[in-house]
């Protein structure tokens, strides 16, 4: 198997931790390992902890939490079990995109919190003291310790008798891991771990579910049977096609996060390089901070760019209606890190995009799609040609043809979340 993380130090004080004491400190140790993810080793070229994943079922039995088995899988009663969601980020709007399309019945969503962050009084401003995922209802795991936590997740699953678990945790939440296994009858594991290790990937659970493509790739490759689901939504406002509007509007979207850092480049370098087109526009979507557009000003001030011409738009709740609302001709996806959903939500929304993808890259996180929307660039040299293609791109996107494959991408996500059977990838398609 390629792109195997192991601990095996962890692996067997896991193994041979008996007590209660014991088994604690081991379990706060996975969900520590994350912290070292960013190590060159590690990102992009590590994706299933198969040891520890073998130690999972092992440490259910441990605990005593017996297997509850359940019928067969509906839409009737469902859960979500998750570390925790946030306002913004592509895998919190994964969990919202379902809930939408399991209405009227919803879903439960579980947060086992096992970082410590959340608390119950921040339910109470929302209506209904609801999350901002409209869920049915809001389960939030308070217990002190780890191990209690996955007896209070456990025991509130059997309560509850779920007819379908959506298991979408962070990478190392053992809690969730643990919790799920006894009903993996129904449990859906939801792989969103494109660039590092996920605990679970590898263990049998009913169903395993890709959202990133290169992520569906290295599943694949590793005999997991996996489905491809992508991330997208079928609510799409379509752009407005402008080949005869002047000037070019180029677009970006993404928590700042992905902007900070650097590759072999930096972001500013990107952006110098757009508008370095007389005639262009650069519009940034989502929140940013005053340290961030004075890095970017600074940048522009260099170059001799009017800064009025890099438009910092702010947060926006549809990354689709703003690009319609805006007119953009071309998504430049963002840098160092690139955006799986908002990407594909610009290709959906009839923009093509570009997107920055250094040679050398570790494989994960090298950007895939099976929509042949987007154009790849290797550095900000390449992109005044780069423009000039997606603009091409851009005019022939509203054709019938086109609109049928978009039809047939989107509907992978609709399928899945209705429990139908998600269509296949290319089976030709696989990571070098």
């Keep these: 198997m390629r792109f195997l993380y192991q601990k095996p130090e962890l692996e067997q004080e896991l193994a041979a931790a008996t007590a209660v004491e014991d088994i604690e400190k081991a379990f706060a140790k996975v969900i520590d390992l994350p912290g070292d993810f960013r190590t060159p080793e590690v990102y992009g070229r590590a994706l299933f902890a198969k040891g520890l994943d073998t130690l999972i079922p092992r440490l259910a039995r441990r605990l005593k939490l017996k297997d509850a088995p359940r019928a067969a899988k509906s839409n009737d009663n469902v859960c979500i079990l998750t570390t925790r969601i946030y306002q913004t980020g592509g895998h919190s709007r994964v969990a919202a995109d379902l809930i939408e399309r399991l209405q009227p019945a919803g879903a439960v969503v579980m947060m086992t919190d096992v970082y410590r962050h959340l608390r119950h009084w921040q339910l109470f401003s929302q209506p209904g003291n609801q999350?901002?995922?409209?869920?049915?209802?809001?389960?939030?795991?308070?217990?002190p310790m780890l191990v209690e936590r996955v007896l209070e997740a456990y025991m509130i699953l059997e309560a509850m008798r779920p007819s379908r678990?959506?298991?979408?945790?962070h990478p190392m939440d053992i809690v969730a891991a643990i919790a799920a296994w006894p009903f993996r009858d129904v449990v859906e594991f939801v792989h969103h771990g494109d660039h590092v290790p996920s605990l679970g990937a590898t263990l049998p659970f009913s169903a395993h579910v890709d959202v990133t493509y290169t992520c569906h790739l290295a599943c694949r490759e590793a005999g997991l049977n996996p489905a491809?689901?992508?991330?997208?939504?079928?609510?799409?406002?379509?752009?407005?096609?402008?080949?005869?509007?002047?000037?070019?509007?180029?677009?970006?979207?993404?928590?700042?996060?992905?902007?900070?850092?650097?590759?072999?480049?930096?972001?500013?370098?990107?952006?110098?390089?757009?508008?370095?087109?007389?005639d262009s526009e650069l519009i940034h979507i989502g929140a940013t901070d005053e340290a961030f557009q004075n890095e970017v000003r600074q940048a522009l001030a260099a170059a001799a760019i009017p800064a009025e011409r890099y438009v910092?738009?702010?947060?926006?709740?549809?990354?689709?209606?703003?690009?319609?609302?805006?007119?953009?001709?071309?998504?430049?996806?963002?840098?160092?890190?690139?955006?799986?959903?908002a990407n594909l939500e610009a290709m959906m929304a009839g923009v093509p995009a570009i997107v920055p993808i250094e040679r050398g890259l570790p494989p994960l996180v090298e950007f895939r799609l099976p929509l042949p929307r987007w154009i790849p660039v290797a550095e900000p040299a390449d992109l005044p040609g780069a423009l000039t293609r997606a603009k091409a791109v851009g005019e022939t996107l509203h054709t019938p043809?086109?609109?049928?494959?978009?039809?047939r991408e989107i509907g992978r996500f609709d399928d899945y979340a209705a429990g139908r059977p998600v269509a296949p990838t290319p089976p030709?398609?696989?990571?070098p």
């Design 165 to 169: 678990i959506i298991l979408m945790s």
């Design 228 to 278: 491809y689901a992508g991330m997208a939504t079928s609510a799409v406002e379509t752009a407005p096609p402008r080949s005869a509007a002047p000037g070019l509007r180029i677009a970006t979207c993404g928590s700042i996060h992905k902007y900070r850092g650097a590759g072999r480049h930096v972001w500013t370098d990107y952006a110098v390089a757009a508008l370095r087109r007389p």
């Design 428 to 431: 030709d398609d696989r990571i």
């Design 131 to 143: 999350s901002f995922l409209k869920e049915r209802a809001c389960v939030l795991l308070s217990s």
């Design 312 to 341: 910092f738009a702010g947060y926006q709740p549809s990354l689709p209606a703003e690009l319609a609302k805006r007119g953009a001709d071309v998504y430049l996806s963002s840098y160092p890190e690139t955006g799986g959903k």
């Design 401 to 407: 043809e086109q609109a049928a494959a978009l039809a």
